[in-house]
């Protein structure tokens, strides 16, 4: 323990993160420092947590973004430190209401740098409703941080939160959008290929417009929420199975993914649905909801949102998803370890 | 515009932190983008803000902690982290429930340094009954950052939040204890620099067990509270005398300050009043109830406490700190401005 070192797949969200977590923080926790004030918290390891006030579910996420590069097709890591607290919140069956954010810079970064960085993650929030209620601004010397890191609070407030272990067997399985395009364009950006000229842009947006109508009409519908960020949809998958002791059942060639990730990752010899998406959403619903839910995301111009899967429930396994194959096989879709892209949001 | 690159001194919570903030934030957010719900927001700029929920404040305050060196004599970034943020939510008046975490660590970071980390920084929640409710763990290669980073956002509630532009002339000054002990302590620690021998200790500590009976006691007559950290108590009383367009008159040879800070802060020609305290409160406290404040405070175990000047009114004067010296005289205490030490916390 003492000779061991961290290493890139503790911070990549997969196996190792939780494992690292699991052993120094969360199994020190006794359980009343879990939760405060009848809210959920660190015993559900969800997007985010909540605290009860007046009655009232207000919901905050917190993450760090150190993307690499900071400016990449479709985004930088000040649209992107909105977007992935804001979905957060989202996720949690919460209405963004206020951010607060912590900007860490490099001594010697330009300011016109900075500059559109704050203007971008300004322009998402105008647009989204959300103020801009606190924040920090530290420096550190030249060469002590590679450029720029932004660690953002979004609150929320919500009528019920939605937590990820209520996943039911019954519940079909549903995608907002295509697949994988954020991980494609930042592990394009950081091989240095054209990205651009590939095709390959991040898919980064708040999913606001989709999450707020959705919530209005199924609300209660929606046992589960979780956008598939760092490890993409077979880490979000692995962890409702785990966290709900079911089995997952996806059918792979239900999976939309854009011809050119598909391409990509082929020739890199990489899963798209390890890797991450920051606007797209992974829905568990209700059965007799799942054809409204579908018809209401398509009104809502998500043209390529799919039934992927289901729940299912099981005496001999849980906590695993299946994929079905393009071949008609089922194979266990693992959940992701290692490292794929070091700084992909 | 486009030729500048962001500086230490941008970092170092003085004036070029505002100067920066203001131009590339605060200037573009509209006056209903600067709160939510019907809290305190960037409109005031102070340790932390609010939003109301089913009529009650959740205090939430954000920063970023960067100390160089992680270990410090008297704490660690740990403990650090855990009591910034607690504290920044005492000082808006908030009773501390809540806590979520954003880790950023090195590649190659040994886990036994993170696990100190880890250790210290729960067993300060332990102590003050706050709850880690969510966290963000991610790694960045090496060389890309230098050790950790941690960024922390403390939740509360509070019944009345407390705004620090609320000062008014007559109110009385009360320190909670020697000042610019941690300022002392890392400035020595990067100067290498044998500091216990020297006994420069860090202050760093949570300020629940002082702030919460006070609060209960005199809440109504405590004006405005601020923990003076970067930048100190001549950077805290600027933005106090600032926000509320008064004069602050401080007497010098009132302000407590150890032995072994004085000295070493003369030796290099450095103010102890620029310095930043991670233990201490600064409060703004009506008149009629300065006495009996300063009596709990004793009570409480702060054998320094001590009054160290009031709030006045000017016609001729708005936004300015006096500063009476031993020798009688006044001079103005101009907020810092540059870097005395980089990542001071």
Partial sequence: MT?????????????????????L?????????????????????DDGATIVAGGQHVVISIDSYTVNPPFFPGGDIGKLAACGSINDVLMMGGRPVAMLDAIVAEEGLPVSDLDRIVQSFLSVL??????????????????????VLITTACVGVAERPIVDSRVRP?????????????????????????VEAEGLVSDVQ?????????????GESIRAAQDP????????LNEWAQKSGTVIVVNGPSIP????????????????????????????????????????LRELGCEDAAVIGEIRGSERFRGIVLLRTEAGGLRILERPSGVIVPRIC
């Fill in 25 to 45: 923080v969360i199994s020190r926790l006794p359980s009343e420092m879990k939760t405060a004030l009848g809210g959920v918290g660190t015993d559900e390891l």
């Fill in 257 to 296: 993914v854009r011809e050119e990730v598909r391409a990509y990752c082929e020739m890199l010899g990489v899963d798209p649905l390890s890797l991450a998406c920051e606007g797209r959403a992974l829905l568990a619903v209700d059965p007799s909801a799942a054809d409204a839910v579908l018809a209401l």
């Fill in 206 to 218: 708040p999913l606001t417009r989709i999450m707020l109508p959705l919530l209005k009409e199924y």
């Fill in 126 to 147: 105008r647009e989204e409703g959300v103020s801009l209620i606190g924040g920090d601004l530290k420096v550190m010397p030249r060469g002590q941080l590679d450029g």
């Fill in 3 to 23: 000779s061991d070192v961290v290493r890139l797949s503790h911070g990549a969200g997969g196996r190792e993160t939780t494992t690292l977590l699991e052993k």
């Fill in 170 to 194: 019954g519940d079909v399985v549903i995608v907002t959008g295509t697949v994988g395009e954020h991980g494609a364009a930042i592990m394009a950006a950081q091989k240095g290929i054209g």
């Fill in 229 to 236: 960020t760092r490890s993409g949809v077979a880490g979000a």
